[in-house]
């Protein structure tokens, strides 16, 4: 109760005019460039930083972490409507969000995930004003055996997200793993696979891989396809884009699951949002009486991948504020911000900055309420694009890519990423081949080859301590269980129906 | 082209591919002081990529001939042609600069996907073609300071 | 701390005044240096540690009006560094471009990534030193060096496999005869988490990571690797102190591309000395970031270029990532 006596007085002490200017400017600023295809918050944060150093500093943190959320929100808008990923952590949004709006049902699938952010973004808030201390400590515990034990539950889930054909689905997952290879290896300080090209060196960036995959790699699979009637071009009423209490208590489970995997998965170091809402997802759809809905249009697959990120996103903030360690590159930037502008994050922030930290969560809050109506009021300006016929829309689309491409690292050779992935796509679209396999192979190789080779290295090659240490066991039981549990339901069924034709 | 034969085509690169990665990992040191070095996981997964396309390639090849029907046709050359479009864009980016280069990639891409050009596609395209670089030019150059790329002619 | 015999000012001030440039850079024949803005060439994205130099950097000269003109900060990230410094170089005799001095800037060339080596450079000056602090858990039972070396066999973490950390381990290792297991990380925070988390013995850290954690209780330090002990850690030896000829530290500074003239050299020389001296510099970086002040000029720090890359080398070579 006492926390909730600070928190209220935090909120209080943001309700000024400058604050407020500061929230707005930072959510806006998020909201925007997380809309810009494969731009997330660290473009934001390049901005502002610069112009906020000068700034009082609840003001300026509150403009710099308004970037960060604001961008979880804005994402899914390219996402649903285009089949681009706006930014990393939207990049599931866009395999039901996508396909619902291709069905009409656009305003469903973005008023979903206003309320989906804001479900998430309220989760990740009240855990992180009330349990922070306790969880940060539980985040410490994961080193590379449990990060090990993690990596291999999240990507057994690839059982889950593949395809109907199963081969060219682990066919996908070994590409996609080989892919997050490239460039130069963090364990042995080695170069792989860059062919001499100092632009691989640093690895292929994940958003420029998942805008060719799938931005691209939609343009191209939906420009061979005959041009829809006009009777089964998307339609849609505004009364559709008011977000409907009714899907939200329908995907109440999903929400959420998908915020308390994004938080858990938040506050571990260097993991990151994007993993969150793969595992949501795949957990959504392990959960669902109808799996086969996923990937076709189904509302709980835009539910919980949005409610995971905006959870993570205040999860990672965490270990920032109680213990002083940057878990993520953005709140890496952030604590560079905090530096800046003379304050010291470390264990005693919290005692010795109280009412800086307060306030700071108190924006927090602001921001994201302020969020659900920005949002809320671009959806229609958004939508409207569906009505914008092919031969005009994609051009334009082409061009957007090329420009927010070329920003990510300033670089030509991701234009030329970005076409390969492009055509990568449209072929793996056209011969069955998942595409989702192939982006989790991206994101969790890396994190699963570190764990292992970092868990050997201090092990000193000894495989046993995967077994010897208590969370990592039970991780692997419980990916075991999730593994066997189809066949296992597949015997009884057999046996049922054995025993039932038997008697 | 038939899509039993890009089948084929596509696990026949992907064998290539793998029998690439597992001999490159050789080089970069399968087990370093005693633990799985830089090769260690590369190797796996090219050994992955390999098997997985054998299986994939004896499917495609098992398939009877036009068993799937290709309903896409040459439809699929428009996709060609955008990516040839895009490529001679990106090429001519030195002399042209960004926005004189997706300024006239929007109404070649345009016309692609239209199949032609009538007075009503062409009034909006023409439109489109000088709006969009210029706004993305004030997004991307001004707003968000990246150093975008200029031509000969200064833009 | 490095110490340097001051120069006079002024006779600096007036070389300045009588520099002539290359044609193409200068407006007019008599033009006095600087006369339009400098950019300064952040080789890594916004917000790490080599942009807050630069931009603290900036925000001395300008915020003092040390310069006729305003100097901007300019992030080319991407490639390790690689692309920035590619870049930079071929600026060259440009005065109007300056970078900043980071570890990607010698190991990146190293591992075949950059084309472009230090030799592509003109020192400027460097401003500040990052030492390194040996930090063990707050509960641990070592007190001391030789309580390191009664272990016999230790873990530690450190942020890329290239680093001054994995190289005092490996000094350590030998001066210590016992075995280190070098776990690398992605990030300063992640290596910082795992000690925390009771996943390594000990870290090599910098000042500004590790102070805070020692402050609450939750990390002891051990040594530092300074040349005289550190103001924020009066009671923690250095390795010197306990006989061991080891100081490492990490220099901050400016550079330039090749083929600036000497009187650009000695200019910035002039610059980067004011603001090191300036209340600003030690208020909003130094006390901050909880960097040792460190004013090197041009050339010695050019020999210290020299020097580092050749111990990213030999420990690359040790390592067996070059041949």
């Known amino acids: 109760m006492e926390t909730l006596g600070f928190l209220m007085a935090g909120i209080g002490a943001a309700m000024q005019p400058g604050i407020l200017l500061a929230i707005l400017v930072g959510v806006v600023i998020g909201l925007f460039i997380s809309v810009l295809p494969g731009l997330g918050p660290a473009a934001g944060v390049a901005i502002l930083l610069p112009v906020v150093v000068g700034l009082d500093g609840t003001m300026a943190m509150a403009a710099l972490a308004g970037v960060y959320y604001g961008g979880m929100y804005g994402g899914a808008v390219t996402s649903i409507l285009l089949g681009i990923p706006g930014d990393a952590p939207s990049v599931m949004t866009v395999l039901d969000g996508h396909p619902m709006a291709q069905q009409g049902r656009a305003g469903d699938a973005l008023s979903m995930n206003v309320l989906a952010s804001f479900f998430g973004g309220l989760f990740g808030l009240v855990m992180l004003v009330g349990v922070a201390y306790q969880v940060a400590r539980f985040a410490l515990a994961f080193g590379p055996t449990e990060m090990t034990a993690l990596m291999v539950m999240a990507l057994s889930l690839v059982s889950v997200l593949g395809g109907k054909d199963a081969l060219k689905g682990f066919a996908a997952l070994a590409l996609g793993l080989w892919i997050g290879m490239v460039g130069l290896d963090v364990i042995g300080g080695f170069p792989r696979y860059h062919y001499g090209s100092m632009h691989l060196l640093s690895g292929l960036e994940f958003s420029v891989i998942a805008v060719g995959l799938f931005g691209l790699g939609q343009i191209f699979a939906a420009i061979t396809q005959p041009p829809l009637q006009d009777s089964q071009k998307i339609r849609y009423t505004f009364r559709s884009l008011i977000p409907n209490p009714r899907e939200l208590i329908r995907c109440r489970w999903d929400l959420l699951r998908g915020s308390v995997i994004g938080f858990v998965v938040g506050i571990l170091p260097g993991v990151g949002a994007t993993a969150s809402t793969m595992l949501s997802y795949a957990v959504a759809k392990r959960f669902s009486r109808t799996p086969e809905r996923f990937g076709k249009g189904a509302i709980e697959g835009v539910a919980a991948p949005e409610a995971a990120n905006n959870s993570a996103s205040y999860a990672a903030m965490i270990p920032l504020f109680t213990l002083g360690i940057p878990g993520s590159a953005t709140t890496a930037v952030l604590m560079g911000g905090l530096l800046m502008i003379g304050l010291q994050p470390g264990p005693q922030m919290f005692q010795q900055h109280s009412e800086f930290v307060w306030t700071l969560f108190g924006t927090f809050y602001i921001g994201n309420v302020a969020l659900v109506f920005l949002t809320i009021l671009l959806i229609p300006v958004l939508a409207s694009i569906v009505f914008v016929s092919r031969a005009l829309l994609f051009p334009m689309i082409i061009c957007v890519v090329m420009f927010a491409v070329f920003s990510i690292g300033y670089s030509v050779a991701n234009l030329w990423i970005v076409i390969v992935f492009g055509v990568l796509g449209y072929v793996m679209l056209r011969l069955d081949y998942p595409a989702v396999p192939l982006i989790l192979g991206v994101v969790l190789g890396p994190l699963l080859e570190r764990a292992v080779r970092r868990t050997l290295i201090a092990s000193q090659g000894d495989m046993m301590v995967f077994l010897q240490r208590p969370i990592a066991l039970t991780l692997f039981v419980l990916t075991a269980l999730f593994l066997l549990a189809p066949l296992a339901k597949r015997g009884l069924a057999a046996f049922a129906r054995h025993r039932n034709a038997g008697s | 082209m038939p899509v039993r034969i890009l089948d084929i085509l596509v696990a026949l690169c992907l064998i290539a591919l793998g029998v690439h990665i597992v001999w490159m990992s050789i080089g970069y040191g399968y087990i370093v002081r005693n633990v799985p070095g830089p090769g260690f996981f590369p190797f796996w997964v090219g050994l992955g990529i390999v098997l997985l396309s054998v299986l994939n390639l004896w499917k495609a090849l098992r398939l009877e001939r036009g068993e799937r029907r290709d309903r896409e046709g040459w439809a699929a050359l428009r996709v060609v042609g955008i990516v040839l479009a895009m490529s001679l864009a990106i090429l001519a980016l030195p002399w042209l600069g960004m926005i004189l280069a997706t300024g006239l990639l929007i109404p070649v891409v345009g016309i692609i996907i239209n199949g032609g050009v009538d007075r009503a596609f062409a009034l909006r395209i023409v439109p489109a073609a000088v709006l969009m670089p210029i706004a993305c030019y004030y997004v991307f150059g001004r707003f968000l300071n990246v150093p975008l790329i200029t031509g000969v002619f200064g833009i | ?323």
């Open chain 3, 1 to 323: 701390m490095v110490k340097t015999p001051r120069r006079p000012g002024t006779a600096i001030a007036a070389l300045a005044t009588a520099a002539v440039f290359s044609a193409g850079f200068a407006t007019g024949a008599a033009a006095e240096y600087p006369t339009r803005d400098i950019t300064m060439i952040v080789p890594f994205a916004a917000g790490g540690g080599s942009d807050v130099v630069a931009r603290n950097i900036a925000n001395v000269i300008n915020g003092l009006g040390l310069l006729p003109v305003t100097v901007i900060v300019e992030n080319r990230p991407g490639g390790s560094g690689a692309i920035g410094y590619s870049y930079l170089a071929q600026q060259e005799g440009n005065p109007y471009y300056v970078g900043t001095v980071s570890a990607g800037f010698y190991t990146t060339p190293l591992t075949g990534g950059s084309p472009v080596t230090y030799r592509d450079f003109t020192p400027l000056a460097a401003i500040a030193t990052d030492p390194f602090v040996l930090a063990v858990a707050a509960e641990s039972d070592i007190h001391t060096l030789e309580d390191l070396q009664a272990q016999g066999s230790l873990v530690t973490g450190t942020s890329g496999a290239v680093s001054d950390p994995t190289m005092l381990a490996h000094i350590l290792e030998d001066i210590l005869d016992i075995s280190i297991q070098v776990v690398p990380y992605d990030s300063g925070g992640e290596v910082l988490s795992a000690q925390l988390g009771g996943h390594t013995d000990f870290i090599f850290l910098n000042p500004s990571e590790i102070l805070p954690q020692v402050e609450a209780g939750e990390l002891r330090a051990v040594v530092v690797t300074t040349e005289e002990r550190m103001s924020r850690l009066p009671e923690v030896p250095t390795m010197l102190e306990l006989g061991h000829d080891v100081t490492v530290q990490q220099l901050r500074g400016l550079l330039a591309p090749q083929g600036v003239s000497d009187e650009v050299v000695a200019f910035w020389e002039d610059i980067l000395e004011q603001v090191a001296d300036s209340d600003m510099w030690r208020e909003q970086y130094l006390d901050r970031f909880l960097t040792e002040p460190a004013f090197l000029p041009s050339e010695p720090f050019g020999e210290s270029w020299i020097a580092t890359s050749d111990q990213y080398e030999a420990l690359m070579r040790d390592l067996g990532i070059i041949d």
